[in-house]
């Protein structure tokens, strides 16, 4: 069973940083590809990117492409989600999740994280 747990969330004025955690059960990152999402109030659930199992590529979201970065820490199990430049409209539950197959064509989450809250401040 996949454990995730999420941290690193918070308040903070536009144009600043936060770096997101997600911590993984044990061998998860080696066995997963990781992803982060995020979910606006009254808005769907939107893909930002994933890094693959081997950490050398990830895929990025236009909304975020150039002001947000994936990393793993391997070590420590942990998948990071740097955010800078931050927008009012980057306000969401951001969640991270693990994936071990692609469905149709579609690469299908099965472990989610309990999600954690950013709200940027204009």
């Known amino acids: 069973q996949v454990q995730l747990v999420e941290s690193g969330g918070g308040l903070v004025q536009v144009g600043g940083s936060l770096r997101l955690s997600c911590a993984a059960s044990e061998r998860t990152l080696n066995n997963y590809v990781m992803g982060w999402f995020r979910q606006a109030p009254g808005k769907e659930r939107e893909f930002l990117m994933n890094?693959?199992?081997?950490?050398?590529?990830?895929y990025l979201a236009d909304s975020v492409k150039g002001r947000f970065t994936i990393s793993r820490d391997i070590a420590k199990n942990t998948v990071y989600l740097q955010m800078n430049s931050l927008k009012p409209e980057d306000t969401a539950v951001y969640y991270c999740a693990a994936s071990n197959k692609i469905v149709g064509g579609t690469r299908k989450y099965d472990y989610w994280g309990q999600g954690t809250q950013v709200t940027v401040s204009s």
């Open positions: 890094i693959s199992r081997s950490g050398g590529s990830t």
